[in-house]
């Protein structure tokens, strides 16, 4: 396992555990070490608010066909609960 370096800012620090989080999903998910879900969930955000969240921080999203796929058959699961 490789180490990795994170990096807290002391505003987040005095922010408290949430900002501290957002702050930590940011970095894992721009050094390609959590997927967009996983970064979201250590986030603590919505789709939509983590995806805010890398807009205001300047961050291009990533998404590969293996994100496309993933996507399409939680689509597929959530529809076929609705039926």
Known sequence: MQPI?????PSSLNQGEQAIRQELALQLYVQNIFTF????????????????????????RHYNEADLAQDLEIKVKLASRSV
């Open 37 to 60: 879900s996983q970064a979201r969930q250590l986030a603590n955000l919505s789709v939509w608010e983590f995806q805010k969240l890398l807009g205001q921080n300047k961050i291009e």
């Open 5 to 9: 370096n994170l990096q807290i800012s």
